[in-house]
T-cell receptor
Framework: GAGVSQSPRYKVAKRGQDVALRCDPI?????LFWYQQALGQGPEFLTY????????KSGLPSDRFFAERPEGSVSTLKIQRTQQEDSAVYLCASSLGPILSGGVVDTQYFGPGTRLTVL | QKEVEQNSGPLSVPEGAIASLNCTYS??????FFWYRQYSGKSPELIMS????GDKEDGRFTAQLNKASQYVSLLIRDSQPSDSATYLC????????????FGSGTKLNVKP
């Protein structure tokens, strides 16, 4: 079946512009995650949704970052007034179930990412 | 101290050899552990998940978990040039199970 898709794949923004990044998770997946990956680093957690509820946004680096998933499927990550330090690959991942008790969690499947370059 | 530590490498092994990748984590309460492979310019793809102490084998890959030592490893047998990639270790947090911490990855080069 179809995997996680993200659009656009590449985005160039001038400093100060607002951008919106879209994620289409695997159909039926309850959990959705956003990550930021800088060059040469591992992904850094940004936020987590269970259906339409944003249960954890502790990784969002500033109040310029905002994410939503209004109908529990497609999600959008919005960055306002972009800065050069926002340049990175933004990865979306989804997993089938909610977070289970005892800390056991489902595998996350990643989309291809959006490479954001802020000039 | 970072939540997940990996040697950045590069780790170079000849084709057909065993590659051993290591990861340590700081949160003793973590319960879910994953190895992902990431080719340059691509997104991470799952190699293995492991939840219990001991070994878990899948084809040429074996994941090893030792919670007492807070250590996870990945062995790749009969390494192939196509295994050349960055390998990421991921661990979930104890108080925040949905929050995943990734290491910075180990770059593996398999030489023909």
């Amino acid at each position: 079946g179809a995997g996680v898709s993200q659009s656009p794949r590449y985005k160039v923004a001038k400093r100060g512009q607002d951008v919106a990044l879209r994620c289409d998770p695997i159909s039926g997946h309850v959990s959705l995650f956003w990550y930021q990956q800088a060059l040469g680093q591992g992904p850094e957690f940004l936020t987590y949704f269970q259906n339409e509820a944003q249960l954890d946004k502790s990784g969002l680096p500033s109040d310029r970052f905002f994410a939503e998933r209004p109908e529990g499927s497609v999600s959008t990550l919005k960055i306002q007034r972009t800065q050069q330090e926002d340049s990175a690959v933004y990865l979306c991942a989804s997993s089938l179930g909610p977070i289970l008790s005892g800390g056991v969690v489902d595998t996350q499947y990643f989309g291809p990412g959006t490479r954001l370059t802020v000039l | 101290q970072k939540e997940v530590e990996q040697n950045s490498g590069p780790l170079s092994v000849p084709e057909g050899a065993i590659a051993s990748l290591n990861c340590t984590y700081s949160d003793r309460g973590s319960q879910s552990f994953f190895w992902y492979r990431q080719y340059s310019g691509k997104s991470p793809e799952l190699i293995m998940s492991i939840y219990s102490n001991g070994d878990k084998e899948d084809g040429r890959f074996t994941a090893q978990l030792n919670k007492a030592s807070q250590y996870v490893s990945l062995l790749i047998r009969d390494s192939q040039p196509s295994d050349s990639a960055t390998y990421l270790c991921a661990v979930n947090g104890r108080n925040n199970f949905n929050k995943f911490y990734f290491g910075s990855g180990t770059k593996l080069n398999v030489k023909p």
